[in-house]
């Protein structure tokens, strides 16, 4: 049988990204949290965390958090059937992993009539669209939006839409950089907005045009703060149209290079062992995000 405040530990300084923070979120001193954690481990006979900053699930690890986050859900239905067992308890906590673009931007107003509806609190974990399974992978989430369609073992994925990019920059960045009459190689010389490392959007653009090579650009991991540098001239990026669909019609940000968007299709991935409340967030998901991204 497992020992769930044994697991409780483990995910508290997974979750939180130290046995610290972990303590406190428990109610316990640091030494209890790391005293569960040997506990653990000695009963497995390996380890299931790497005490790296923060720390970081082994694979056996991952696979405990993966049972912790569906049982999280099932005792949620458990507790709809028998009401007595919530008494006291505080509001269910949803972590859901998705890229900054979407959660500026559609995700707010899709999720807002379930949490109302079922008293849910979520915590928002970011990354970028192309890597954000490795949270769900990682058992950090039960559930998280992303460009990749596969999903993991034990998981579904579900195609919700498709988010729309333009390539845009200021009026006064395109007549200093690419005004030249070869707009699209003067790409490559004029600096560009990445929001992160894994952020390839800005490559597949210019690889579009027939393009490739390295290319001076600053990086800005905030969605708001990216439209912000596109509109003090700083740089030109891809940017989703519903973000900014009124500068681009009074004319603050305009395209720099005639051309198609780049279309990003997002994928619903969850557990299939979800539980209700998990697949009611589905539903609504699914039934709601049509006005938003594009088929």
Known sequence: MFDYKLLAALTAVVEQAGFDRAAQALGLSQSAVSQRIKLLEARLGQPVLLRATPPQPTEVGRRLLNHVQQVRLLERDLQGQ????????????????????????????????????????????????????????????????????????????????????????????????????????????????????????????????????????????????????????????????????????SGALVDVHRGNPIDVPLYWHHWRNGGELLAELTRQLTSSVKQWLVN
């Not at 007549?175 to 894994?198: C, Q, T, W």
């Not at 991991?221 to 912000?228: A, D, I, M, Q, T």
């Open 82 to 249: 028998v009401p007595e067992l919530s008494e006291g308890q505080l509001p269910e906590r949803l972590r859901i992993a998705l890229n900054a673009d979407s959660l500026s931007t559609w995700w707010a107003e899709a999720v807002a009539p379930f949490c109302t509806a079922n008293g849910v609190v979520l915590d928002h974990v970011l990354e970028d669209q192309d890597v954000g399974l490795k949270r769900m992978r990682a058992g950090e989430v039960a559930a998280c939006v992303c460009a990749v369609e596969r999903p993991l073992a034990g998981a579904r994925s579900q195609f919700l839409g498709a988010m729309r990019y333009r390539a845009l920059a200021s009026p006064a960045f395109i007549a200093r950089y690419l005004n030249d009459g070869r707009p699209s190689e003067a790409l490559l010389r004029a600096p560009a907005i990445v929001f992160g490392p894994d952020d390839q959007l800005q490559h597949r653009y210019l690889a579009s045009l027939g393009l490739s090579g390295a290319f001076s650009h600053h990086l800005c991991p905030s969605s708001e703060g990216f439209v912000r540098l596109l509109q003090s001239d700083l740089g030109w990026g891809l940017v989703p149209e519903l973000q900014v669909r009124a500068e681009i019609s």
